[in-house]
């Protein structure tokens, strides 16, 4: 019998400015928002803490180098249609259209998809081995993007 596989997500980006920068207080302002709709979207397993990810962030050894700018996230969902609906169709959609007013240009939207067995909680070195993997090799089954889960059937065409 097969395991059951999740789709796990990890997305990060360098703000334009420091985290106490008023430039930034209106991505700030929502992101507890945001992250309090994700949690209540159908296909919604986990999300990594808070203050685990932000300690990663900071880390000198960590899997971001110690970029004090880095804003990412870790989750996982029960399938592919879940993740798009909430990135794409939710308020989430709205403040994703903004990021240019808080990222930087050539280091945003850095998004590896994967899938993982039901029950696994991913950790941020095995997202970005699989972000590195996407980057040096292209999108396979082992990781991957939105436009390849397109190209391979596994997701809808956008409908805009």
């Not at 302002?29 to 999300?47: D, E, M, N």
């Not at 082992?142 to 596994?154: I, P």
Request: glycine content about 8%; overall charge neutral; some cysteine.
């Amino acid at each position: 019998m097969t395991a059951k596989m999740h789709l796990a997500e990890l997305n990060f980006g360098t703000l334009r400015y420091d985290w106490d920068d008023p430039r930034i207080a209106p991505f700030q302002s929502v992101l507890g928002k945001v992250g309090a709709i994700a949690q209540r979207c159908p296909g919604f397993i986990w999300q990594m803490d808070e203050d685990e990810m932000d300690a990663a962030q900071r880390d000198p050894a960590g899997p971001f180098g110690a970029k004090p700018r880095t804003a990412s996230t870790l989750s996982v969902w029960a399938d592919a249609q879940s993740l798009w609906f909430f990135v794409e169709r939710s308020v989430h959609g709205r403040y994703l259209r903004r990021a240019g007013e808080w990222f930087e240009p050539e280091d945003r939207g850095n998004l590896v998809l994967w899938w993982v067995p039901e029950g696994h909680r991913p950790g941020l070195a095995e997202g970005m081995a699989r972000f590195r993997q996407l980057r040096s090799r292209g999108p396979s089954e082992d990781a991957f993007d939105f436009d390849w889960l397109r190209q391979t059937g596994k997701l809808p065409a956008p409908t805009r």
